[in-house]
């Protein structure tokens, strides 16, 4: 299981198209005598649009980097661990001489030492990957939105005044759960972000 949602489903997508509509409405204009509405599925739009798609791979790539990266930190603690129990099992031998008895303890305690100081380091460690890679779903997150932004409102310029989220899942502020009647924008947005998309995204999307 990834570590990250980064599907844009869920209750990601529904924040993002809250976002999304809401800034749509903000950047608007009411100067037309009559108000024109319509509606765009924002999980049709964030997972059909190639540069969503592009940025999904790149987090899915990311986030298997940071999880083996981890995991061989998490290794490396597991031998000292293994060495710890094979020391301390020696030191209770019977068999065995006093003195060589105080150099497995003294043995065991550099290695307690040593595996403290990386546990340390491992959590420090984990905390700035887990920081960066949090950073750059923002970042990612942060440029889609301003395209999706900067398309829907360039397309619905002098033709709708007020754009909702007609996503599917639980309603939430400024959702729509039936729209007879009102333009559904949802293609025609698509048509416009993609339309600059690599010639394997758009082979891809036809499939």
Same mark, same amino acid.
Do not use: C, H, W
């Given at each position: 299981?990834?570590?990250?949602?980064?599907?844009?489903?869920? #209750?990601?997508?529904?924040?993002?198209?809250?976002?999304?509509?809401?800034?749509?409405?903000?950047?608007?204009?009411?100067?037309?005598?009559?108000?024109?509405?319509?509606?765009?599925?924002?999980?049709?739009?964030?997972?059909?649009?190639?540069?969503?798609?592009?940025?999904?791979?790149?987090?899915?790539?990311?986030?298997?980097?940071? $999880?083996?990266?981890?995991?061989?930190?998490?290794?490396?603690?597991?031998?000292?661990?293994?060495?710890?129990?094979?020391?301390?099992?020696?030191?209770?031998? !019977? *068999?065995? =001489?006093? =003195?060589? $008895?105080?150099?497995?303890?003294?043995?065991? $305690? %550099?290695?307690?030492?040593?595996?403290?100081?990386?546990?340390?380091?491992?959590?420090?460690?984990?905390?700035?990957?887990?920081?960066?890679?949090?950073?750059? *779903?923002?970042?990612?997150?942060?440029?889609?939105?301003? %395209?999706?932004?900067?398309?829907?409102?360039?397309?619905?310029?002098?033709?709708?005044?007020?754009?909702?989220?007609?996503?599917? &899942?639980? !309603?939430? !502020? &400024? #959702?729509?759960?039936?729209?007879?009647?009102?333009?559904?924008?949802?293609?025609?947005?698509?048509?416009?972000?993609?339309? %600059?998309?690599?010639?394997?995204?758009?082979?891809?999307? $036809?499939?």
């Amino acid at each position: 299981m990834s570590l990250f949602n980064v599907s844009g489903r869920g #209750s990601l997508g529904r924040f993002l198209a809250l976002t999304l509509a809401v800034g749509f409405i903000e950047q608007g204009t009411f100067a037309q005598d009559r108000v024109q509405f319509a509606v765009v599925n924002y999980e049709v739009i964030f997972k059909e649009y190639y540069k969503s798609v592009e940025s999904n791979q790149r987090l899915m790539k990311r986030d298997e980097e940071f $999880k083996k990266e981890i995991n061989e930190i998490l290794n490396s603690l597991k031998l000292i661990e293994e060495s710890l129990q094979k020391l301390q099992s020696e030191s209770q031998s !019977p *068999v065995i =001489s006093e =003195s060589k $008895k105080k150099e497995i303890i003294a043995q065991f $305690k %550099d290695k307690q030492i040593e595996f403290v100081s990386r546990q340390k380091l491992f959590e420090e460690s984990r905390q700035q990957r887990l920081g960066l890679f949090q950073k750059q *779903v923002a970042q990612e997150q942060q440029a889609l939105i301003e %395209d999706i932004n900067k398309s829907l409102a360039t397309m619905a310029k002098n033709k709708y005044n007020i754009i909702f989220s007609s996503s599917r &899942g639980l !309603p939430s !502020p &400024g #959702s729509v759960t039936y729209s007879d009647g009102i333009d559904d924008i949802t293609q025609q947005l698509l048509a416009i972000l993609n339309k %600059d998309a690599p010639i394997v995204a758009k082979k891809e999307e $036809k499939k």
